[in-house]
């Protein structure tokens, strides 16, 4: 059984930072990429990034936080990272992370199958 774990959301200020984490457990061969995803109230959810397990290049959305996100992982670890910079109030959301088959549809998170359960980013200005 495939389970996400996030942690390293919390309370910063405008311009503060912060690194989630995701630790995947029961990963199977054929999840091909980890993407991270938000949602803040009343919004729909939003792909932030994504990076394959067997690759190194990142996918990005084409939100404001291109450019101010960084996401990592650690194979040896089962683990992924979003390294979060310059952080704004407009990012507020909670963040999930996610694995599974999803091929070229990695920006898609209709695609993903396995979800964790979220971990609350607060920005306050």
């Known amino acids: 059984q495939v389970q996400l774990?996030?942690?390293g959301g919390g309370l910063v200020q405008a311009g503060g930072s912060l690194r989630?984490?995701?630790v995947v457990s029961g990963r199977t061969f054929s999840d091909?990429?980890?993407?991270?995803?938000?949602q803040?109230?009343?919004k729909e959810r939003e792909f932030v990034a994504a990076i394959r397990w067997a690759s190194d290049?990142?996918?990005?959305g084409d939100s404001a936080a291109k450019g101010r996100f960084?996401?990592?992982?650690?194979n040896g670890k089962n683990?992924?990272?979003l390294h979060?910079?310059?952080?704004?109030?407009?990012?507020?959301a909670v963040y999930y992370c996610a694995t599974g088959l999803v091929g070229e549809r990695i920006t898609d998170s209709r695609a993903y199958r396995y979800w964790g359960q979220g971990t609350q980013v607060t920005v306050s200005s």
């Open 57 to 60: 290049s990142p996918y990005y």
């Open 32 to 38: 091909d990429a980890l993407g991270w995803f938000r």
């Open 79 to 81: 683990t992924a990272y």
């Open 70 to 74: 960084t996401i990592a992982r650690d």
């Open 20 to 22: 989630l984490s995701c």
């Open 40 to 42: 803040a109230p009343g």
């Open 84 to 92: 979060m910079y310059r952080l704004r109030p407009e990012d507020t």
């Open 5 to 7: 774990v996030e942690s």
